[in-house]
């Protein structure tokens, strides 16, 4: 049967779900062609995470799942073949210890995402699978007994099965361009329209840059439309002279980027999501009575970083020189709604350029969750970011390519 091939297997696209694919179909014993457009493998695994690589999230399986929403349950089988415990597992056994932070983020040690790569690479290279880069593919054509011929930008070559884990969209500067969703559309599979996720958020309000640089560790979000609310996230959050960045804005940007019209979407922010509202406005009302010669803003400042206070009683229609004294209901009540209910109009995001995943992709409903091959061509397999699969920031979306690359390289 080999003599009919080149290969028993193409894969296209050497990111991290193609690196372990290949790898692991290698390993079996399959005749495996990496093929990669880029100079060079896995260049989204060393921008990734601040170049430090956030491999995968401190959960079980059942965490990676609730991380995708409805679309998680697609990743049984694949974290059945390979979760969390076993990638770090994996990473361990190529010498990259890896260290759990207090986000439930697992990072290599050394904090270098090169090391990440660099021990991808070597099994890789241990496996006997063939890595091309600098070779894009130009077409994928069914064989009529069966098979493929792909077509690069260098020769033809023939082989029984192709897996597709070309990515999505996001940074595109990495060569993550959709490629594979023409593949995919020209063997009649659907593609559930793209858009950015974990992307930063631009806003309406002015004086939010002003704020920028400024980081607040704990806000609970929540994206807005007409008073109903679309998605909440908790967490950290910074200030920037476009908007807000950091894993809270990030994580609820889908429903933004999603939304037909973004700059009708409201963001609700919560300061202190720690601090219930009445125990806030019991702490400004006693402060009020006890500190009244305070500045208010200092007052606040127990609590907020002093130059969001300043932004707060503006926002409030308060003097900065407010003093803390004689502060009446009417007035405690609109600080604390600016503080546990803060508004701002929403603009958009930053787009595909500054997105870290792409939402939408091959529609799931077309691939066999039990295999990753597709349901529509038997010998074509889909892995990684190129699927409808879109979860938390958290190393949650390395996860997925993981295991969907992984069980892909068992089946093909």
């Known amino acids: 049967m080999m003599a009919e091939w080149d290969f028993d297997a193409v894969v296209v696209g050497a990111g991290a779900a193609g690196l372990l694919a290949a790898t692991h179909a290698a390993e079996r014993g399959r005749g495996v062609l990496l093929l990669e457009k880029g100079r060079r493998p896995g260049v989204k695994i060393l921008m990734s995470g601040g170049t430090r690589c956030n491999i995968t999230h401190d959960c079980d399986a059942r965490g990676i799942v609730a991380a995708f929403g409805p679309n998680g349950k697609f990743l049984h089988s694949a974290l059945a073949a390979l979760g ?59 064989l009529p007994d069966g098979g493929f011929r792909v077509t690069t930008s260098r020769r033809e070559v023939t082989a029984s099965r192709v897996l597709i884990t070309t990515g999505g969209k996001s940074f595109p500067g990495c060569g993550t ?48 439309e007409s008073g109903k609310p679309l998605t909440s996230r908790r967490g950290s959050m910074l200030f920037a002279h476009f908007g807000l960045t950091g894993p809270a804005p990030l994580d609820v940007s889908r429903a933004v980027s999603s939304h037909p019209k973004p700059a009708s979407l409201t963001l609700e922010i919560d300061l202190l999501p720690g601090e219930p509202e009445q125990h806030f406005e019991e702490f400004l009302q006693a402060e009020s009575l006890s500190s009244g010669k305070k500045q ?28 803390a004294a004689a502060l009446s209901k009417v007035d405690r009540q609109i600080l604390v709604a600016a ?31 039990r295999t990753m091959q597709s349901k529509r061509v038997p010998g074509l397999y889909f892995a990684g970011e190129v699927l409808d699969l879109d979860g938390w920031i958290g190393g949650y979306n390395f996860q997925s390519a993981w295991s969907t690359g992984w069980l892909a390289g068992r089946e093909i």
């Open 177 to 224: 361009t959709g490629d594979g969703y023409a593949i995919a559309t020209a063997f009649g599979h659907t593609i559930i329209p793209t858009r950015p996720a974990l992307v930063p958020l631009t806003v309406q309000a002015a004086w939010v840059g002003e704020l920028r640089g400024i980081t607040l560790p704990d806000v609970t979000l929540k994206v807005t």
């Open 339 to 369: 503080v546990k209910r803060l508004q701002i109009p929403l603009r958009g995001t930053l787009g595909f350029e500054k997105a870290e995943v792409t939402a939408g992709g091959v529609s799931l409903d077309e691939v066999d969750s």
């Open 296 to 323: 208010l803003a200092v007052v606040l400042s127990d609590k907020l970083p002093r130059r969001v206070c300043d932004q707060l009683l503006a926002l409030a229609g308060q003097p900065l020189d407010r003093k």
């Open 84 to 142: 969390p415990r076993e990638t770090i597992a994996l990473f361990h056994a190529e010498g990259v210890p890896t260290k759990i932070e207090e986000t439930g983020k697992i990072f290599p040690i050394s904090n270098r995402a090169v090391d990440v790569l660099d021990a991808l690479l070597r099994r890789l290279h241990r496996s006997g699978a063939t890595l091309a880069t600098e070779e894009p593919v130009v077409a994928v054509h069914p």
